[in-house]
């Protein structure tokens, strides 16, 4: 049964940190591409960061600089750091495996950032 679990979202103040965290299960993780998307309110899913099965990295302009996305092959998860955060960050932060036609998400972990 494959599974992606995100946790870590929560609350915080503009310019805070949070660290979320997405644990796999039921696939073979290194094979996949792993990516962090969002939704914030009224407005569609978008994509984050990824990670490729090599390590490589790739953002959106809107996070370049504040967030990284990293992968642990041996833990099965991802990680997003988040750093600096703003209002603007605020949504429902869902977890990706991307291999060929097979797709998976994860549930989604809330991000509010509000004074």
């Known amino acids: 049964q494959v599974q992606l679990v995100e946790s870590g979202g929560g609350s915080v103040q503009p310019g805070g940190s949070l660290r979320l965290s997405c644990a796999a299960s039921g696939f073979t993780f290194s094979d996949y591409v792993m990516r962090w998307y969002r939704q914030s309110p009224g407005k569609e899913r978008e994509l984050v960061a990824s990670?490729?099965?090599?390590?490589?990295?790739n953002y959106a302009d809107s996070v370049k600089g504040r967030f990284t996305i990293s992968r642990n092959n041996v833990q099965k998860t991802v990680t997003l750091q988040m750093n600096s955060l703003r209002p603007e960050d605020t949504g429902v932060y869902y977890c990706?495996?991307?291999?060929?036609?097979?797709?998976?998400w994860g549930q989604g972990t809330q991000v509010t950032v509000s004074s």
């Open positions: 990670v490729s099965i090599f390590g490589s990295t």
């Open positions: 990706n495996a991307r291999q060929n036609g097979r797709v998976y």
